[in-house]
DNA sequence: AAAAAAG
């Protein structure tokens, strides 16, 4: 039997919200939890993002706001998320399904004025989303009382024990009425979470969805083996870039947040239409650069971690790591970034010299093999045809003939050959007088490496940018 | 070993 979502005794505002939104079904956890939730029972959710989780609470929260109003500095509900952009999206779907209510909704996060947050506060906030430490930054200057918060949320508990959160997670909970309603998410349940949970919640219900260790079938997954150094992996990338099939937009991940901006500087340089997202960049850049990712006017988004979890970015064809993410469980929130709602999606590890310890650790947590992809054959990788100028690689042919190194792989030489159809977006056709006027800026924010092998393409004499990347429509 | 979050 299915269920819809007016059968869920939500308010007739939200349900409209919801409905006009081009939604009837509720997912597996908001069809279990919604109704606890207006139950005002406390809730444990065990559900990873994409799972539909944040309108599980979203949505019974503002029909459980409907009855009563807020006063100023004393909002009513508090959601804590463990990064900003998470609390951002929790925010916009307060709005969107919001839209029929008239609340006051503030999103206190850092990197951002306190200015447009303490006007929030002072007209009186019915829902609260923030994370901690900007949270708490507002209760220390005293523009915040968290007395009459009626309803607490803790989104993505296992990533706040992650990141050394629930020092902060205790104070707050400390300073909240003990009668109250929490809601809990996780996507795991380890023993710490597991003792958070009895101190925090009253008599739980508990309501659980698939927990999705195994990787999504709709991910084609692929290893591929590289170089050790930085620029040999940055000339890979490139290469699977090129050869990538179906690639509509991607999201490149990083161990670290230096690589993070060296290798989008490098894919910008190399003429692709890439951005960088990581938490040392400044706010305005990072919901920026998120915003023109998901609108789709960029093709590829070179990120840290920060975007591996929880971020609602729809149908993204394809993930590469550029590092192997050396906790395992990253590696499934990485890569679940594409294949979402059923759509296929390509994930492409690269393997330097070193990485491939932990490549074991995903084999066995995701229990399957990962098949090793071909190294396409092409001009960044130097090989005999690459002297050979400008021939178009999109024929397909004298691919993969000679590749070099790869004996000790027969796996790799049975794959088929990935043709390059279309290619991402290119910001801009590189000439080298666009490229010279670059320069300055470039050696402006990287003073002390100039790598010689990221020079703009147009300078150097076997770096050259195949003109199917530049004219997806081919030529004679 | 790294990322994230307060400034």
Redesign the pocket.
């Known amino acids: 039997m299915t269920v819809e979502f007016s059968e869920l005794g939500l308010g007739d505002k939200v349900t409209e919200a919801v409905a006009a939104a081009g939604y009837t079904k509720p997912t597996d956890i908001q069809a279990q939890a919604i109704p606890h939730v207006l139950e005002k029972r406390d809730l444990i959710g065990i559900a990873q993002t994409g799972t539909g989780k944040t309108a599980s609470f979203v949505l019974p929260m503002l029909s459980l706001l409907e009855k009563g109003r807020a006063r100023a500095r004393m909002p009513r509900t508090l959601i804590l998320e463990?990064?900003?952009?998470l609390a951002a999206q929790v925010h916009e779907n307060f709005e969107k399904y919001g839209k029929n209510h008239r609340l006051t909704v503030a999103l206190?996060?850092?990197?951002?004025s306190?200015e447009d947050q303490n006007k929030k506060l002072d007209r009186g906030a019915d829902v609260l989303i923030?994370?901690?430490?900007?949270?708490?930054?507002h209760f220390?200057r005293g523009r915040l009382l968290l007395t009459g918060v009626d309803i607490l949320v803790i989104d993505e508990a296992d990533r706040m024990l992650?990141?050394?959160?629930i020092p902060?997670i205790e104070r707050i909970c400390s300073l909240l009425p003990a009668r109250r309603q929490t809601l809990f998410f996780s996507a795991t349940m380890p023993p710490e979470i597991q003792k958070l949970t009895q101190r925090f919640l009253r008599d739980p219900v508990k309501v659980e969805v698939a927990r999705q260790n195994s990787t999504a079938d709709t991910i084609e997954q692929l290893l591929l083996k590289v170089g050790r150094t930085p620029a040999e992996k940055r000339a890979a990338l490139r290469d699977q870039i090129r050869a990538a099939k179906d690639l509509k937009n991607a999201i490149v991940f990083?161990?670290?947040?230096?690589?993070?901006a060296t290798v989008a500087r490098s894919l910008e340089r190399h003429g692709f239409d890439a951005g960088a997202?990581?938490?040392?960049m400044d706010?305005k850049s990072?919901t920026e650069t998120l915003d023109r990712f998901r609108a789709g006017s960029l093709a590829i988004l070179v990120?840290?971690?920060?975007?591996a979890r929880g971020l609602d970015i729809p149908a993204v064809s394809h993930v590469f790591n550029f590092d192997v993410?050396?906790?395992a469980e990253?590696y499934v929130h990485r890569i679940g970034r594409t294949g979402r709602a059923g759509r296929s999606g390509t994930a492409i590890t690269l393997i330097g010299p070193g990485e491939t310890k932990y490549v074991d650790a995903i084999t066995k947590l995701i229990q399957r093999d990962i098949a090793w992809a071909d190294a396409p054959t092409s001009p960044s990788a130097p090989t005999p045809d690459a002297s050979q100028g400008d021939e178009a690689p999109a024929s397909g042919r004298k691919r993969g003939r000679r590749t070099r190194g790869k004996e000790e792989k027969p796996a790799a030489e049975k794959q088929q050959t990935k043709q390059a159809e279309q290619a991402p977006r290119q910001k801009r056709e590189p000439s080298p007088r666009q490229d010279r006027e670059q320069a300055p800026r470039q050696q402006r924010e990287q003073p002390r490496r100039a790598n010689n092998d990221d020079a703009p393409a147009s300078f150097k004499s076997e770096g050259h940018i195949p003109a199917f990347l530049l004219r997806p429509t081919g030529r004679a």
């Open positions: 463990p990064t900003r952009e206190l996060i850092g990197g951002v306190f923030a994370t901690p430490g900007r949270m708490l930054d220390e992650d990141m050394g959160f902060d990083c161990n670290r947040k230096r690589d993070v997202l990581h938490g040392d706010q990072r990120a840290s971690d920060v975007a993410p050396t906790h990253d």
